[in-house]
């Protein structure tokens, strides 16, 4: 692992029932800090797997997985619902926010469950939602929006608490084309300012435009150099 490493796994294996072949079998993998990282491969080859246990929302079953400096596979599950509030902001391919929420309200949830003041979080959602271009809409409804805006809504919850990492899944997957390319500039840009990402996606056009490494997966596996996933 190098000092420069904001994700690090090693020999990670992942088994979800005694005797099924493994999901990730024995991967050991990095990314760096400031890197766009894109992880392809065809369904079933443990993208979204690998995704959840870089994030703490699962635990690998053999090997050790290390973000931001600290080792998440062995913490509590209160520990890494802190560890996740604080250090990584996730984006869904269908944005995943609460319908019975506004746009700020829900921008703001992440930076209430770790504690930060009201006042705080609100100056941050503020900026976010402004950065994102969608402030006008601060008190409407996710089911008032467009596909593009609910993305950026989410983008902007995602990095309210300004976590080292932001981990996309699939995030232009339920967008058109256009919009698909909107968002990919946004993350482009917020990778220009220094933001670690991690994009799963289909799209070899996303991950060639806005990745400087892509990390394909073949049953559970790195694929090897010239194999196309």
């Known amino acids: 692992m190098g000092q420069d490493d904001l994700i690090w796994l090693d020999n990670v294996t992942k088994t979800y029932q005694a005797g099924a072949p493994s999901a990730l079998a024995d991967l050991s993998m990095d990314v760096t800090a400031g890197e766009v990282a894109a992880v392809m491969g065809p369904s079933g080859s443990g993208k979204s797997t690998l995704l959840n246990l870089i994030a703490g929302l699962d635990r690998p079953t053999a090997g050790t997985v290390t973000v931001a400096g600290r080792r998440i596979d062995n913490l509590s599950e209160s520990g890494l619902a802190r560890f996740r509030a604080r250090h990584v902001g996730i984006i869904f391919q269908f944005f995943n926010l609460l319908d019975d929420l506004t746009v700020e309200d829900n921008v703001l949830l992440p930076a209430q469950l770790a504690g930060a003041s009201r006042r705080a979080a609100r ?18 409804y996710p089911a008032r929006l467009s596909g593009g805006q609910r993305q950026r809504v989410a983008i902007a919850r995602a990095l309210v608490n300004a976590p080292e990492l932001l981990l996309a899944d699939e995030p232009t997957g339920a967008l058109d084309t256009t919009t698909g390319l909107e968002i990919g500039r946004l993350l482009q840009e917020l990778n220009a300012g220094g933001q670690t990402l991690v994009l799963v996606t289909h799209d070899p056009a996303l991950a060639d435009r806005y990745a400087a490494r892509t990390i394909r997966l073949l049953d559970g596996r790195l694929a090897p150099a010239g194999v196309a996933a």
């Open 123 to 140: 100056a941050r959602a503020g900026e976010l939602l402004e950065r994102m271009g969608i402030e006008r809409h601060r008190d409407d």
